[in-house]
């Protein structure tokens, strides 16, 4: 138990999957995995443990933004001896070309958070994933036929930026989108020694304005599931 987490040590699996939204965690339970059983219920951040394939997962959600992922994903690999955490979120894209529905492996994960500051006195603003399991998500790709496509994101603080960041992101650190959580689950996998990845779908464009609608959404993210989950077999 943590201040934050009511599971069992046993009811947690080595290997995690996070979307920020807990309702999406509840589909992914119920559609993809055998035997699911609910782990967690604190502050309504419900999280599942079942079998996918006969490998047993755990769904938990990571909330929205840097500090909610930050004190999910940190309890998770500190406290459940977890080894292994793949984000699934949404991205806004950065790239003219980028269509939604798009999938993006976030290579390496910029910020201005003090977040690695404050957990381990790193001044880094860069946060990389983990290149093992990134390369197990690339080749799976591969075999799924997904065009996925890898580059660095902008993990903000701030959503309603009124799109300020995205010249410098985008030029400077060439960077291929922007979400709110990447840059705090990469710095707890560096801290702890453990492994990390976010698989993004692009929700929504922010140089074509091109967006999905709420009743599309599921169905797009049916393949970033399926690819984290074919992933970690
Ligand atoms: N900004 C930040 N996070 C996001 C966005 C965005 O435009 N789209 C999906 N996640």
Do not use: Q
């Amino acid at each position: 138990m943590t201040p934050h987490i009511e599971s069992r040590d046993e009811d947690i699996a080595d290997v995690v999957l996070m979307p920020g939204d807990p309702k999406r965690a509840e589909l992914i339970a119920s559609k993809y995995l055998d035997d699911a059983k609910l782990v967690n219920t604190v502050r309504g951040m419900n999280a599942y443990t079942g079998f996918y394939k006969g490998k047993r997962v755990t769904v938990f959600p990571s909330g929205m933004g840097i500090p909610s992922m930050g004190i999910y994903s940190y309890e998770l690999f500190k406290f459940y001896n977890v080894s292994k955490i793949i984000r699934i979120g949404t991205v806004g894209g950065y790239l003219e070309d980028e269509k939604v529905f798009d999938v993006i492996l976030a290579d390496k994960s910029f910020s201005k958070s003090n977040y690695a500051l404050d957990l381990s006195g790193s001044d880094s603003h860069i946060m990389e994933g983990s290149k093992a399991l990134n390369e197990k998500i690339i080749e799976e790709a591969k075999r799924e036929g997904i065009d996925l496509r890898v580059g660095n994101i902008y993990s903000t603080e701030t959503f309603y930026d009124g799109g300020k960041n995205l010249d410098v992101m985008k030029n400077k650190y060439h960077c291929i989108g922007t979400e709110m959580e990447s840059y705090a689950l990469f710095a707890n996998a560096s801290y702890l020694n453990k492994e990390a990845s976010a698989i993004l779908t692009v929700s929504d464009n922010l140089v074509t304005k091109e967006e999905i609608d709420s009743s599309a959404r599921e169905k797009s993210l049916d393949r970033m599931i399926l690819l984290a989950l074919n992933s970690i077999l």
